[in-house]
């Protein structure tokens, strides 16, 4: 792991330190990323927002005292879901993966003190290098035949095409088109 890195559990108490950098590492992947491949930059608004299990399963990571990576986690039945991940966007590529690795080990070690199963992400089509990351660290690609799986249990507004999950409503400036993996945290991320 890189060194001097750290993570804890993203709560709303601890929130208000972490804000201001949060909100600038959004602009600048938004700006890198593009529409189609990471979406608008959330807000504070976005970041406040509840979701269940969120301040008991996002994370953050830190190298001393500068946050250096997020993962924002919601739970749904049994599982987690990563809605969002960002770091600093100027980290080396093998920086970048040991703190989305340290990120998903830290939800996940919460998700299981809990007895959830899966780690679930939507990743949009146009995001290649995420798509390659989860592949590498053995998430699964869902196929059209157990995308239901993850509509159904999640209660997702969208639809099947092929192996790709589309939204019914597409937002302007917003990825519309996604592959959906997930993880199983029993065996993963120990």
């Known amino acids: 792991m890189t060194t001097g890195l ?8 601890n929130l208000p330190a972490y804000i201001a950098a949060i909100l600038q590492i959004e602009i600048d992947t938004s700006r890198r990323l593009g529409e189609t491949g990471y979406g608008s930059p959330w807000n504070s608004e976005n970041i406040h927002y509840d979701l269940p299990g969120k301040w008991q399963y996002s994370s953050v990571a830190l190298r001393g005292s500068e946050l250096v990576g997020y993962l924002i986690v ?3 039945g049994a599982n987690l879901h990563g809605h969002r991940m960002g770091m600093i966007i100027d980290l080396e590529g093998r920086v970048k993966v040991q703190i989305a690795q340290a990120l998903y080990r830290e939800s996940s ?11 679930s992400a939507i990743v949009p089509t146009d995001n290649a290098a995420t798509q390659r990351y989860y592949l590498k660290e053995g998430f699964q690609q869902l196929d059209g035949s157990s995308l239901d799986w993850f509509i159904e249990g999640k209660g997702f507004d969208g639809f099947i095409d092929g192996d790709i999950l589309k939204d019914r409503e597409p937002v302007p400036g917003e990825p519309s088109a996604s592959y959906v993996y997930r ?8």
């Open 109 to 119: 070690a919460a998700g299981r003190r809990d007895g959830l199963e899966y780690f």
């Open 74 to 76: 919601s739970r749904w």
């Open 183 to 190: 993880i199983d945290i029993r065996k993963a991320y120990l």
């Open 6 to 13: 750290s993570t804890k559990i993203l709560t709303r108490d």
